[in-house]
């Protein structure tokens, strides 16, 4: 019976203290809140993923595999973007509806960020405001410019240090862990820069034919390529019969053995021109987005922008 009471006691005692453990043992720490940002397209995405780091939760609105230009916010995409403290676009000529679309959330908490401020736009080549098909004036791309920034990696710096002061803004305790990062991106852009430059610098052509949408002038313009694509910066737009003959015929005459296609559009158009002039085809990845199996592989733009060069350097025979 003593024996049977000394136990009784022991356990308890042992409850007693389990109790008190359970009961002082404070809950785990929940992790610090992360600044929530949302992105238009790819490019937003990956600078914002490299200048935040964890410190952030960023998605991209911009579902993968859906053409870029033709989008436009869902009911589902606002209730998303009205838990965001940042909203990024790219520029009011790529994304007109992004500042209604930010207001008409009335939530009075989003901070709402223009990537572009400080670069200087170019035309969106000669014909852009005279394409056919009715799509003149088209309303994603108001005043003929081009809103393929991010293609002009001079332009790409502006975008990184107008995001890094964005982030800053909304989380001031990270400040230093932002501009770090973003130095050391911009530092990786001007990696990419002089590859470019040097890998096109020794080429036996100086012209590209992309079959697609006028994305690549940027590109272009920065390192002394004359390009030419068969539609207008509206990828909805289809080019004329005759203005297919006319892209065969140069083709011919400058001896350009290769036409570009581009991301998520069809290489209907490139085709057709590639085997009227007995060129081939290559693709030249504009980045606005990226398929559904490149974002889960978590592809980078830096990344696309090597692959770019290789097919540059191929399709302007370079040394």
Same mark, same amino acid.
């Given at each position: 019976? &003593?024996?049977?009471?000394?136990?009784?006691?022991?356990?308890?005692?042992?409850?007693?203290?389990?109790? !008190?453990?359970?009961? +002082?043992?404070?809950?785990?720490? =929940?992790?610090?809140? &992360?600044?929530?940002?949302?992105? +238009?397209?790819?490019?937003? %995405?990956?600078?914002?993923?490299?200048?935040?780091?964890?410190? /952030?939760?960023? @998605?991209?609105?911009?579902?993968?595999?859906?053409?870029?230009? @033709?989008?436009?916010?869902?009911?589902?995409?606002?209730?998303?973007?009205?838990?965001?403290?940042?909203?990024?676009?790219?520029?009011?000529?790529?994304?007109?509806?992004?500042?209604?679309?930010? &207001?008409?959330?009335?939530?009075?908490?989003?901070?709402?960020?223009?990537?572009?401020?400080? /670069?200087?736009?170019?035309?969106?080549?000669?014909?852009?405001?005279?394409?056919?098909?009715?799509?003149?004036?088209?309303?994603?791309?108001?005043?003929?410019?081009?809103?393929?920034?991010?293609?002009?990696?001079?332009?790409?710096?502006?975008? /990184? *240090?107008?995001?890094? =002061?964005?982030?800053?803004?909304?989380?001031?305790?990270?400040?230093?862990?932002?501009?770090?990062?973003?130095? =050391? %991106?911009?530092?990786?852009?001007?990696?990419?820069?002089?590859?470019?430059? /040097?890998?096109?610098?020794? !080429?036996?052509?100086?012209? $590209?034919?992309?079959?697609?949408?006028?994305?690549?002038?940027?590109?272009?313009?920065?390192?002394?390529?004359?390009?030419?694509?068969? @539609?207008?910066?509206?990828?909805?737009?289809?080019?004329?019969?005759?203005?297919?003959?006319?892209?065969?015929?140069?083709?011919?005459?400058?001896?350009?053995?290769?036409? $570009?296609?581009?991301?998520?559009?069809?290489?209907?158009?490139?085709?057709?021109? =590639?085997?009227?002039?007995?060129?081939?085809?290559?693709?030249?990845?504009?980045?606005?987005?990226?398929? &559904?199996?490149? $974002?889960?592989?978590?592809? +980078?733009?830096?990344?696309?922008?090597?692959?770019?060069? *290789?097919?540059?350097?191929?399709?302007?025979? !370079?040394?």
């Amino acid at each position: 019976m &003593k024996r049977i009471l000394i136990a009784a006691s022991l356990l308890t005692c042992l409850l007693f203290t389990g109790a !008190c453990q359970k009961q +002082t043992t404070p809950p785990p720490a =929940a992790g610090p809140k &992360k600044l929530v940002v949302v992105t +238009t397209l790819f490019p937003l %995405y990956d600078f914002v993923r490299a200048i935040g780091g964890d410190k /952030v939760d960023v @998605s991209l609105l911009l579902p993968p595999g859906v053409e870029a230009h @033709s989008f436009e916010p869902k009911p589902e995409d606002a209730l998303r973007t009205a838990k965001a403290g940042l909203f990024i676009f790219t520029n009011s000529y790529m994304e007109p509806w992004a500042v209604s679309f930010v &207001k008409g959330l009335n939530t009075g908490t989003i901070t709402l960020l223009d990537s572009s401020a400080g /670069v200087t736009f170019q035309k969106a080549g000669v014909e852009e405001e005279k394409e056919e098909h009715g799509h003149e004036g088209d309303h994603h791309h108001g005043g003929g410019m081009d809103p393929h920034i991010w293609l002009d990696f001079g332009n790409a710096q502006i975008m /990184v *240090a107008n995001i890094a =002061a964005g982030l800053e803004a909304k989380d001031p305790a990270n400040r230093e862990y932002y501009r770090a990062n973003a130095d =050391a %991106y911009r530092g990786e852009l001007k990696k990419l820069d002089a590859e470019y430059r /040097v890998g096109l610098s020794s !080429c036996g052509k100086k012209s $590209f034919l992309h079959g697609g949408h006028y994305a690549f002038g940027y590109l272009a313009n920065r390192y002394g390529l004359k390009y030419e694509s068969a @539609s207008a910066v509206n990828a909805d737009a289809e080019p004329t019969p005759a203005k297919l003959m006319a892209l065969v015929k140069q083709v011919r005459a400058t001896g350009l053995r290769y036409v $570009f296609s581009e991301e998520l559009l069809s290489p209907r158009v490139s085709e057709m021109i =590639a085997k009227e002039s007995g060129a081939s085809v290559l693709l030249l990845h504009g980045a606005h987005n990226i398929s &559904k199996s490149d $974002f889960e592989h978590g592809v +980078t733009f830096l990344a696309l922008m090597r692959n770019n060069l *290789a097919s540059l350097k191929t399709g302007l025979e !370079c040394r």
